[in-house]
């Protein structure tokens, strides 16, 4: 399975939300939140211009190689727009993940943590 394309959706109210979507070449697909309120659109151009070009043809189940190559290739390292984009295609990842396990994301991350 490869990334095939990731688009940035950027919504109301007031542009406060900031979303990425993944697509793959078998139909799958994963969301992630890049919300940075007072900065969405900060988030939104680093994200369209600089990292969806480079998820383009990688396997979205190598989760922790993708953090690392967006993590350590940043030119703003651990900056709050830099993280949001990276913890946005993080979560989308992992989503692709929990769909093709066929298994909600919690439960690949431990398990319910309560009951109520």
């Keep these: 399975m490869r990334?095939?394309?990731?688009?940035?959706i950027?919504?109301?109210?007031?542009?406060?939300?900031?979303?990425l979507k993944i697509f793959t070449d078998e139909g799958v697909t994963g969301v992630g939140d890049a919300?940075?309120?007072?900065?969405?659109?900060?988030?939104?151009s680093y994200l369209?211009?600089?990292?969806?070009?480079?998820?383009?043809?990688r396997d979205p189940a190598r989760i922790e190689d993708t953090w690392q190559y967006l993590y350590?290739?940043?030119?703003w390292r651990r900056g709050p727009v830099?993280?949001?984009?990276?913890?946005?295609?993080?979560t989308a990842l992992w989503d692709i993940k929990g769909k093709v396990a066929g298994l909600p994301v919690?439960?690949?991350l431990g398990g319910r943590s309560r009951e109520a």
């Design 72 to 75: 350590r290739g940043a030119y």
């Design 106 to 108: 919690y439960q690949l």
């Design 3 to 8: 990334i095939t394309d990731a688009r940035v």
């Design 10 to 19: 950027v919504t109301c109210p007031g542009r406060n939300f900031v979303t």
């Design 82 to 90: 830099t993280m949001s984009a990276i913890a946005a295609v993080d």
């Design 35 to 44: 919300t940075l309120n007072g900065r969405e659109l900060t988030v939104a």
């Design 48 to 57: 369209t211009d600089h990292v969806v070009p480079l998820l383009i043809g």
